[in-house]
């Protein structure tokens, strides 16, 4: 994959395979690419070259309406635009825009009481039930980062990319989220890829670790052996860590 921006190759060759199933962390220092390979894998951005393939069929080039359509679903603060909504409004309405329906004067009512139905259940998955009458704006941000979870699973996603999950986050409420993401989409069946520059939450968390370098894949393999590689210390993990 390669994707350059007023010259600058932000993606230079990079090759990336998600098992199903797996929990596949994307790490690197900033400016690696990591992000640029998000928004081309959900058609926020088209690549220069190379091909994106998702349950067989290419998508590369697909608006990200459509490839959300398809399973694949990206969390990166899709909270935000509804801070004036309540928590339970707006993983309804993140339901219905997935399912791209809007409403009409033919069907609002069933549609958004439908939608309101699958809400509460994404809420309950991810431990907000209580706090649904709640504005979007009084969420603290742990629970924010898990309405934004929710808010992506309204799509019922078979791959959710997770974008820095943690960021932001103590130390305590970074080893609460890993758990929480590891049991909720375990349970669900929901294969993960994401970003994060916790180094020690990557480990915990990910099957699969890919590490980004200047827009090229350095390094690829098991969270022991991405730990043992001396190329990945010198560059992203500190050296002799």
């Known amino acids: ?31 690696a690419g990591k992000t640029t390979l998000f928004n081309v894998i959900t058609g926020r951005l088209r690549p220069d070259r190379g091909r994106i393939t998702y349950e067989g069929r290419e998508i590369t080039g697909w608006p990200t309406f459509r490839i959300a359509r398809m399973g694949l679903a990206i969390s ?15 993983v309804a309405v993140a339901r219905l825009g997935y399912q791209g329906r809007t409403f009409t004067l033919l069907r609002p009512l069933r549609d958004f009481k439908e939608a309101l139905a699958q809400a509460e259940e994404a809420l309950q998955k991810v431990g907000l ?40 986050l103590s130390r ?4 609460e989220m890993v758990a929480f993401i590891r049991e909720l989409l375990r349970k669900e069946g929901v294969t993960l890829l994401f970003t994060e520059h ?13 590490v ?16 043992q590689n001396a190329e990945v210390r010198a560059a992203f993990l500190g050296g002799g860590a």
């Open 76 to 90: 990166f603060q899709r909270a935000q635009p509804f801070l004036s909504m309540t928590v339970l409004e707006a």
């Open 1 to 31: 994959m390669y994707r350059s921006f007023q010259g600058f190759l932000a993606l230079a060759g990079v090759s990336l395979s998600v098992a199903e199933g797996s929990f596949h962390a994307l790490v690197g220092p900033n400016g």
């Open 172 to 175: 305590a409420e970074r080893r």
């Open 198 to 210: 916790d180094t020690e939450a990557v480990l915990h968390l990910a099957d699969r670790i890919t």
């Open 129 to 168: 039930e209580k706090q649904t009458s709640k504005r979007v704006s009084e969420l603290p941000l742990g629970d924010l980062k898990r309405l934004d979870v929710a808010i992506a699973l309204a799509g019922r996603p078979k791959l959710l990319l997770l974008d820095e999950p943690l960021a932001g």
């Open 212 to 227: 980004l370098h200047q827009g090229r894949v350095l390094a690829e393999g098991s969270p022991e052996e991405i730990r």
